[in-house]
């Protein structure tokens, strides 16, 4: 079982407002993901690191940002929240040397 | 490029059946294939791989699947379907030649519905 949380897990909000959904692992693991889930349930990469003070773009443009200043920590944020923006965001990790990636329960994100 | 492919949006099977989700996938390398199962608002949960060795590949809830190399396929099998396992069923690979920086890539999702 893994040990990887996310809050909120629910988070309606207005448009405009400043949001950031954190995600947190108490395994060590280096390498982090966000992945955005569409209503058709594809899975899309936005964003990855593969350690502390490493950032990367995913394969889905986002408007996200994210940081990674400890190892356990990998919040993203919308700097102003849009209808576009209304998704699940789920986070997932994987351990150096390890092949499995373990994912949180996820944030479902409705921006009015 | 990495790819994934699971042709059916959704699989329809009777309580005691067995169930077959299909998989198909296509690197450059070795694969390293998964299957993630995700209950209504959850997120995805680890069931099985293959990295290496035995084709046939056992995980949890009784589910396996077979790694076929030649016709580039993972499927995912259960002898005896159970309602609790209607679910989302995603398949992902990544390629095992690439190194740590490779991404996992996934399908798309087949739906599995169990009717009691």
């Known amino acids: 079982e893994a040990d990887i949380y996310q809050t909120p897990r629910y988070l309606v909000i207005g448009t405009g407002k400043k949001i950031t959904l954190e995600c947190s692992q108490t395994?060590?693991?280096?390498?982090m993901y966000w992945y955005q889930q569409d209503p058709g349930m594809e899975l899309h990469l936005i964003h990855y690191?593969?350690?502390?003070?490493?950032?990367e773009k995913g394969d889905l443009s986002s408007e996200s940002t994210v940081s990674r200043i400890r190892t356990e920590h990998f919040p993203l944020t919308l700097e102003s929240a849009r209808p576009s923006h209304t998704s699940q965001y789920l986070c997932a990790s994987r351990g150096l040397g390890a092949d499995t990636q373990y994912f949180g329960p996820g944030t479902r994100l409705t921006v009015l | 490029a990495q790819s994934v492919a699971q042709p059916e949006d959704q699989v329809n099977v009777a309580e005691g059946n067995p169930l077959t989700v299909k998989c198909t996938y296509s690197v450059s390398g070795n694969p390293y294939l998964f299957w993630y199962v995700q209950y209504p608002n959850r997120g995805l949960q680890f069931l099985l791989k293959y990295i290496t060795g035995d084709n046939l590949v056992k995980g949890s809830y009784g589910f396996e699947a077979e790694f076929n190399k030649s016709q580039t396929s993972f499927h995912l099998k259960k002898p005896s379907a159970l309602v609790s396992d209607s679910a989302l069923y995603f398949c992902?690979?990544?390629?095992?030649?690439?190194?740590?920086?490779?991404?996992?890539?996934f399908g798309t999702g087949t739906l599995l519905a169990v009717q009691p």
């Open positions: 690191s593969y350690g502390v003070n490493s950032t």
């Open positions: 395994m060590g693991h280096d390498k």
């Open positions: 992902a690979v990544r390629d095992g030649n690439g190194g740590a920086t490779n991404k996992l890539i």
